[in-house]
């Protein structure tokens, strides 16, 4: 369970980083707009030219959620004691295994179903990245909450 813990625990702070790191920079994308393309998934307007940008503030409150996702993972696989009421943290865990579980089982279905509403490129990392790696994220966060309950 720590292995596990702790993996899921590094992984989320890595993207939380990335999330940081996209309020400044496009990388790995070559330009703002290809990025808002490859990693917005929101619906196209008929006349949609430009993506619309993502708020500089919606960056750092994703980045945030990700390190308490992390911090979560942590306490609940016993890297780090903090004293927390249990029913609070197993609540905490699996609600965040469950966003997870949700966004990757639902982009993988919903996005398919929105077809040439939802611009190409973000169909393609979200078929290949995203989606997968919330299912995986929630299968693991959902494993170390089960932990607790045992």
């Known amino acids: 369970m720590t292995i596990l813990g702790a993996s899921l625990g590094l992984i989320l702070v890595l993207i939380a980083g990335l999330h940081v790191l996209w309020a400044f920079s496009t990388w790995p994308f070559p330009n703002r707009e290809r990025m808002l393309r490859s990693m917005s998934g929101t619906l196209l307007p008929p006349d949609w030219t ?3 940008p993502i708020p500089l503030p919606a960056y750092f409150v994703v980045a945030f959620l990700l390190l308490l996702a992390s ?10 004691a903090l004293s927390m009421p249990h029913g609070f943290l197993r609540a905490g865990v ?8 949700l966004r990757g089982g639902g982009g993988l279905l919903a996005f398919r179903r929105l077809g040439p509403r939802v611009a190409p490129e973000f ?5 290949r ?6 299912l995986v994220l929630g299968v693991g966060v959902a494993v170390v909450g089960f932990g607790l309950v045992v």
């Open 94 to 101: 699996f609600c965040v295994a469950g966003v997870f579980l």
């Open 71 to 80: 911090a979560l993972v942590a306490i609940a696989a016993g890297l780090c």
């Open 123 to 127: 169909l393609y990392w979200d078929s």
């Open 129 to 134: 990245i995203y989606s997968p790696l919330c």
């Open 50 to 52: 430009q993506p619309r």
